[in-house]
């Protein structure tokens, strides 16, 4: 009796042992190395900007390909259109646009995770029209309704370029999927002006003010990950 219990206390500890044995091996196996591939997405923003105002339409896809441990291959393209009112003019946008570049993620994961602190820079160039719908005189005498001109004039071929500096991050909230946000800054470097007045909207570019070059912007993104390898 007491030889029977010694054997099946050293079978229970036999397969107690290989059990937990087994259990370390597949943790030991497991891939902890990253993944390397395309990510592919949309800019949430616009879709949202077209619910808040009437005379806006836009989509922009962005995708992003890891070639360096930190470094990313980035690119957006997309369409835009705008109506801009000022106290003298008002005029509509409408066009296409590019923007290519790269980014840098600054931030250091954990072992497993893939989430991204990033500064990114761009060339945008885009290519669109723009439509004088209505202006009005200036008059110093205030006596005197304002004299408004409606015009329709249609300006095409124009086209713009500029530099921009991204900055922003995407997170992991499910596997291969991510939701991000960033702010852009931009310099503007060259633009075919319409006659007679200056472009208030360049698509991609977003608004432009007399006597600066500089424009500014947003968005929100979510996007996939397509693992292409692992290393």
Do not use: C
């Not at 596997?175 to 909207?201: A, C, M, Q, S």
């Amino acid at each position: 009796m007491k030889q029977r219990l010694i054997f099946i206390l050293l079978t229970s500890f036999w397969f107690h042992s290989s059990a937990v044995f087994a259990q370390q091996a597949v943790t030991d196996t497991v891939d902890v190395r990253e993944k390397y591939g395309l990510r592919v997405g949309i800019d949430l923003s616009k879709p949202i900007k077209m619910l808040i105002e009437e005379d806006y339409q836009g989509l922009e896809v962005k995708a992003d390909y890891r070639l360096y441990e930190n470094i990313y291959l980035a690119g957006e393209i997309g369409n835009e259109q705008n109506v801009i009112s000022q106290p003298n003019v008002t005029a509509s946008a409408k066009g296409s646009y590019v923007k290519l570049g790269g980014d840098y993620n600054f931030y250091h994961n954990w072992t497993g995770m893939q989430n991204l602190i990033y500064i990114g820079l761009r060339y945008g160039f885009a290519s669109f029209s723009t439509e004088l719908e209505e202006y009005s005189i200036y008059d110093r005498n205030p006596y005197f309704e304002p004299d408004i001109r409606a015009e329709g004039r249609e300006f095409n071929n124009l086209t713009a370029g500029w530099l921009e500096v991204k900055l922003g991050t995407k997170v992991e909230v499910l596997n291969n999927l991510y939701l991000g946000v960033h702010v852009e800054l931009k310099k503007k470097i060259n633009e075919t002006k319409p006659g007679n007045f200056d472009n208030l909207y360049i698509p991609g570019f977003n608004r432009t003010y007399d006597g600066s070059s500089l424009g500014v912007g947003y968005g929100y993104s979510i996007s996939y990950l397509i693992p292409l390898y692992r290393q």
